[in-house]
């Protein structure tokens, strides 16, 4: 057991993928839930293989950077032992299934669905056959939260609903709700169902499209070559899909009819701050009495060891010794006594943090730009971390505002629209290379990827300004 470097598109623990700045290391963290005990663990691998920081990705997971060796057999072991990798190599570079960050603590909450989650979890590493998935299959878990994550992209959500006093999930394939409900005992089946059927046209896909047998999945350039959920849908449609899953079920998928009243948590009505899911930034109370939560923004979703340490020191002194990972790329102190909040503010900013949703850095996100990544036009990360700068000594927000780096169209660090994205583009200007962007704004039509276009090209060094301008503007 060794990380090996070696190409599939999304990296796991045991493998490793080679980018510009070493080798890139992903660990799952089901629910984005992680002990202070693992979190140790991290700074200690990170400061050893590493460059002494960790990023959090939009599915709640860990990710190492820069890696300058490989892991060895005894830390990967280790990594086992305390629940940080998979039993089952074979399956540890699928999606994180994820659920709200406040899953169990939220006021709003019509189910904890943190056991669906580990459910989930195990049904998969139990399921080595699963790893001919897609690396990109997501699975969510949506428990009626005021932090919903419904608005998160993911293959497969489960997204939790009243129905005459009984909790229901309704089924979202691919961001369509598609009229099936699920009560909360099902969920498992319906996952192994839903991922047998995909994992069959999968083959069936592939095979049909190269004339070439099943095996061929087995070969490097598989992995580029599996469909996506979405086009196994579109192929195949989502009542045939559906049919094929309730075949391989011991029960009846129930259906949506008019006649039902259906109670659930509605994005309709939310703001801006609600319906991008930064809410969860600062202090909030819990629904167990007498205790809060605080969360902590961090930049780009990056921690240095010496946070991640500092912030495990306070889960454990002042909370119950657990952080939570958000798909938001930020992180939760959870279960603090109110009369401990003071000291924890302070600890916390301390550490170079802090928990004001209305920092610039709150919604700021970005890739990792071409100082890691050889796709990318632009060094996003440095100029998202010098817009910051520039902003923060000019700026005082009054919400959250999305502000999105991508260095191309594939957009690994957000995959829906923001408030502002900014894809990077480079041009040759008087003999030079200039790297600028693309400037979107808002939804804009369905159609448009990024919002409404609002300039083709600005290079980098006027950003600043433009954007200070656009939020003046917009404060
Ligand atoms: S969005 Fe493009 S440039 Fe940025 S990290 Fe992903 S592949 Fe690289």
Redesign the pocket.
């Known amino acids: 057991m060794s990380i090996t470097s070696f190409s599939p598109t999304c990296p796991g623990l045991f493998y490793g993928t080679s980018a510009r700045d070493g080798i890139l290391s992903r660990i799952r963290t089901p629910g984005g839930i992680i002990t202070t005990q693992q979190f140790r663990v991290i700074a200690d691998l990170t400061d050893k293989y590493g460059a002494h920081y960790a990023k959090i990705t939009n599915r709640s997971n860990l990710q190492i950077r820069a890696l300058k060796s490989l892991i060895d057999n005894d830390v990967l072991q280790i990594l086992q032992e305390i629940g940080l990798a998979s039993t089952n190599s074979k399956v540890d570079h699928l999606r994180n299934i994820t659920c709200s960050p406040t899953a169990g603590i939220d006021t709003n909450q019509l189910i904890d669905t943190r056991y669906l989650v580990r459910e989930v979890d195990n049904y998969i590493v139990n399921h080595p056959e699963l790893s001919e998935l897609s690396a990109k299959f997501s699975i969510s878990f949506d428990g009626g939260e005021a932090v919903s994550i419904t608005t998160r992209p993911s293959d497969v959500t489960f997204a939790a609903v009243i129905v005459d006093n009984k909790i229901y999930f309704r089924l979202i394939l691919n961001g369509i709700y598609v009229g099936i409900l699920v009560k909360p005992e099902e969920c498992v089946s319906v996952v192994g169902a839903l991922a047998q059927v995909y994992l069959a046209q999968t083959y069936l896909s592939i095979a049909t499209s190269s004339q070439v047998s099943e095996k061929l999945l087995s070969e490097d350039n598989a992995e580029n070559r599996k469909p996506r959920l979405k086009q196994i849908l579109s192929q195949l449609g989502i009542e045939k899909f559906l049919e094929k899953v309730e075949h391989l079920l011991p029960f009846s998928l129930i259906k949506e009819t008019p006649e039902l009243n259906l109670l659930s948590y509605s994005n309709e009505n939310k703001t801006g701050e609600e319906r991008f899911g930064y809410q969860h930034i600062g202090i909030h109370p819990q629904r167990q009495q007498g205790l809060s939560y605080i969360g902590v923004v961090l930049t780009l979703g990056q921690l240095e060891t010496r946070q991640i340490r500092g912030l495990v020191d306070i889960a454990d002194t002042y909370g119950n010794s657990t952080l939570r990972l958000t798909p938001w790329q930020n992180l939760l102190v959870t279960d603090l006594p109110h009369k401990h909040i003071y000291d924890v503010k302070r600890k916390i900013q301390d550490l170079g943090l802090h928990w004001s949703a209305t920092n610039i850095r709150s919604a700021l996100v970005s ?3 071409n100082t ?2 050889t ?2 036009a632009t060094d ?1 990360k440095g100029h998202a971390l010098a817009l910051a700068e520039y902003l923060d000594k000019r700026i005082a927000l009054k919400q959250p505002v999305n502000i999105h780096f ?3 169209q ?4 957000q995959h829906h629209k923001s408030d502002i994205t900014l894809l ?1 583009l480079t041009i040759e200007k008087d003999g030079e290379m200039v790297e600028g962007y693309r400037v979107y704004v808002g939804e804009g039509n369905s159609d448009d990827k990024f919002g409404k276009e609002l300039h083709q090209w600005i290079p980098f060094e006027q950003i600043p300004q433009l954007i200070e301008k656009m939020l003046t503007v917009d404060c």
């Open positions: 890739c990792t730009g890691g990544c796709s990318s996003t991508t260095g191309c594939k957009t690994c660090a990077g």
